[in-house]
């Protein structure tokens, strides 16, 4: 079908075929990769989501000590490479749980490399989740609180029905870069040796020489995931802001 | 009845337990050392060392799972309970024996330096000097580069060995310190056009050790014990050899 | 901070207990953990300091010098040297930058077994190492990611502002150099700032193509002496401090750029 490309081009039906969906295609395993990747970042995401509300929450609510713990977790956490938080997390982590499970006299448990990725970037993203949503909450209105004080609403009910449908369209483009973040962040994985996608297209190109190929592929796999959930969160954002005025 | 009930829970229990305490997790590197572990295109991890590592398993009879470890830290994934034993090439060198212990060997081959061919080297420091050598992290290759070598040598620190090989047939290296077998297999491909073995380095084994075999943590005597017996009963029965032929011309036991 | 801001910031009893424990730990750390490393590989520790911090700045200079065309290209520029921009700064923003130093690095050093002309050529001494791919990777992204910053601070500049200058009768390049691109900058300072911090914690992956930085620096010595967390903390402090000099960096060059600006 293709014929008259691959006679113009030499080489790239060899490219195309390494990367085939089939044995002895790659491609099977890039898919596989990636596959992982989205499910790791979305872990995280999530994971980073739950602790940063709780920080947010903790920060501007909190006692002086609760905002201080957190000063200290955010300003760790965005200044120190997340290679070297991955590996002290991943290490120590394991390590205290694996000793933990020892001294109750159970084996040491085998964690997988999605669930550890999960942990460590999830930790990762709740130091910046907390900026996010902190910032966004501070933003809400105070008279929209005051309102609800004044009709009688507690605490809880204010904030399912009041500050979060308003915080949500203002936290959405800091939470749309932190989704972005979590997605090439899994890449940093691969140095730890999580089957991911970048370390199966270094596995595939290793294996092959091919790596321009490899590199390439998965380069226009990541910028497909990245381009997607900007349209995603575009399409959020545009129903959360339905009635706002236009800015 | 209870009495009945908690004595057949107590030894499911216990029967569980012992089926679990056979699962012996292996740990190998996640990066390809081809021939002897490398991923295919399905994603199954194949070479020698694989089917060694299975034929020892079987002989001493034990639940092996292959876990694939980032090499470079894979010694900390052994020490901290990640892992229950090193089979990924590693070779038994004083420095490891201080924080391991090792099985009895089970290859051992030289070490050797590959390099350009049109460059006139040997595997001596003396005509080292002034050349760029590439060599892997974490490996036997880099303290030995770095003991003898590093003082009039460019040493380049790679995450793997083929990123080494792919560096040296682009030319950005004049050579690479490696075990000789795994450097059959990159010279006998197209890539490997471009160079030839200039050598074995000198001797040293504290450094180079004596020969590979598997890690495993200090007073694990148990372990080192079956993969010993399992080393033993595959060297005796012609497994080993029948493996070896598959991939390799000679024996690569060693002694 | 006047004395009086410092003295209600710090001598809250809840700060003082604080930083004792702080202390405490910092002191129960160089006791009970192994430092003995430290002399043996300080020289080789300064080395890879030094060229941790060059690639950083370096890499922010030759990427922010990229990033004003990029921006400026976006904001007023025709479709045709747009889009390009635009599509170079998605690109950039779209995937890992480990993923870009590996295809800048090993991805053309494949291909340099096809042109055998390459070793001859006055580059080649340059192209045999590895700091120049780093270097150029870790510039584009920061272009990639500064061109968008440059692009929003570009657009933000009021309109008003360049119609008057154009009024009075300046060139393009007079507006350009004394209007627009000094309030772009003063705008996208903070971010910029923070770009920067970004940007450090992108160096250490440059470590994975052979150079030597910091982070290859404790690698080794994590590797030659088995030790798993000292070298490991030691490099989070030492980023710490770097990512605190920059901050104090950046909001000192605000300082000088807001004189004179309304609140």
């Known amino acids: 079908m293709l014929d008259w490309l691959y006679a113009l081009w030499p080489g790239l039906e060899a490219s195309v075929s390494l990367l085939a969906l089939e044995p002895p295609g790659w491609g099977g395993n890039l898919l596989r990769g990636a596959w992982a990747s989205l499910q790791i970042a979305l872990g995280a995401f999530a994971l980073g989501l739950v602790i940063g509300t709780f920080g947010a929450l903790g920060k501007l609510h909190g006692g002086p000590v609760t905002r201080d713990l957190l000063s200290v977790y955010t300003v760790v956490v965005r200044a120190v490479p997340e290679l070297i938080l991955i590996l002290i997390l991943y290490y120590a982590g394991t390590d205290i749980l694996n000793q933990a499970l020892q001294a109750m006299g159970q084996r040491p448990v085998e964690i997988s490399g999605v669930v550890a990725g999960i942990a460590v970037l999830g930790i990762v993203q709740g130091a910046y989740a907390t900026e996010v949503l902190r910032g966004a909450i501070q933003s809400v209105p105070r008279g929209q609180h005051e309102a609800a004080r004044a009709y009688g609403m507690g605490s809880v009910q204010t904030l399912r029905r009041v500050t979060f449908p308003a915080m949500l369209p203002l936290a959405l483009p800091g939470l749309s870069n932190l989704w972005l973040i979590a997605t090439k962040d899994t890449a940093l994985l691969a140095i730890v040796g999580f089957a991911e996608l970048t370390l199966e297209t270094r596995q595939a190109a290793g294996s092959t020489r091919a790596y321009f190929t490899f590199f390439l592929a998965a380069g226009a796999l990541y910028l497909m995931m990245t381009l997607l959930s900007g349209r995603i969160f575009g399409w959020i954002e545009a129903r959360y802001r339905r009635g706002q005025v236009r800015q | 009845m209870k009495k009945l009930t908690l004595m057949a829970t107590t030894a499911f229990i216990a029967v569980a337990g012992m089926a679990q305490a056979q699962d012996v997790r292996i740990g190998i590197a996640a990066e390809p050392y081809p021939p002897f572990a490398s991923p295919d295109a399905a994603g199954n991890w194949v070479g020698w060392e694989i089917e060694v590592i299975d034929a020892i398993c079987t002989a001493a009879e034990l639940d092996c799972v292959l876990t694939p470890t980032a090499w470079d830290g894979i010694i900390p994934a052994l020490l901290s309970n990640r892992i229950d034993a090193i089979m990924a090439s590693m070779s038994i060198t004083a420095d490891r024996l201080e924080t391991i212990d090792f099985s009895d060997p089970y290859y051992n081959t030289p070490t050797v330096i590959v390099g350009q061919r049109d460059i006139d080297m040997d595997a001596s420091p003396e005509s080292l000097a002034g050349k760029v050598l590439g060599v892997q992290v974490s490996t036997i290759h880099q303290t030995y580069a770095q003991t003898y070598f590093e003082a009039e040598t460019e040493l380049r620190p790679y995450q793997t060995q083929d990123e080494a090989n792919q560096d040296l047939a682009a030319g950005r290296i004049d050579a690479t310190q490696a075990d000789s077998l795994a450097m059959d297999d990159f010279l006998a491909s197209d890539a490997g056009a471009c160079c030839e073995v200039k050598g074995a380095v000198a001797a040293d084994e504290d450094i180079l050790g004596a020969g590979v075999g598997a890690g495993l943590r200090q007073g694990d005597d148990e372990l080192r014990e079956a993969i010993n017996a399992g080393i033993a009963t595959i060297l005796e029965d012609g497994t080993y050899d029948e493996i070896t032929a598959r991939y390799f011309a000679t024996s690569i036991y060693g002694n | ?263």
Not at chain 3, 118 to 142: G, I, K, T
Not at chain 3, 146 to 157: D, L, Q, W
Request: some cysteine.
């Open chain 3, 1 to 263: 901070m006047t004395r009086a801001r410092l003295a209600q910031e710090i001598l809250v009893p809840h700060r003082l207990v604080m930083i004792a424990v702080a202390i405490g730990l910092v002191v129960w750390a160089a006791m009970a953990m192994r430092w003995d490393w430290i002399p043996r590989y300080y020289d080789l520790a300064l080395q890879g300091l030094w060229r941790t911090i060059w690639l950083l700045a370096l890499s922010c200079l030759f990427g922010f010098m990229l990033a004003v065309p990029l921006g400026l290209a976006q904001a007023a520029g025709p479709r045709i040297l747009a889009a390009p921009a635009r599509a170079f700064c998605t690109v950039i923003r779209g995937t890992p930058i480990l993923l870009q130093l590996w295809l800048i690095y090993y991805g053309v050093g494949s291909l340099f077994p096809q042109f055998p002309w390459v070793r001859e050529s006055e580059l080649w001494p340059y192209l045999r190492q590895a700091w120049p791919y780093a270097l150029l990777a870790l510039s584009l992204s920061f272009a990639g990611y500064e061109g968008e910053v440059m692009r929003g601070a570009f657009k933000s500049v009021p309109g008003g502002q360049l119609e008057a200058a154009r009024s009075m009768g300046m060139g393009r390049f007079a507006i350009f150099r004394r209007i627009w691109f000094p309030q772009a900058l003063q705008r996208a300072l903070p971010t910029l700032g923070g770009e920067t911090v970004l940007q450090l914690k992108a160096t250490p992956l440059v470590a994975t193509i052979t150079v030597v930085d910091i982070y290859a620096v404790a690698s080794r010595v994590r590797q030659d002496t088995f030790i798993i967390y000292e070298p490991l903390l030691l490099l989070a402090v030492i980023y710490m401090m770097i990512a605190g000099l920059l901050a104090l960096m950046f909001k000192l060059l605000e300082h000088r750029f807001n004189r004179g600006m309304v609140g």
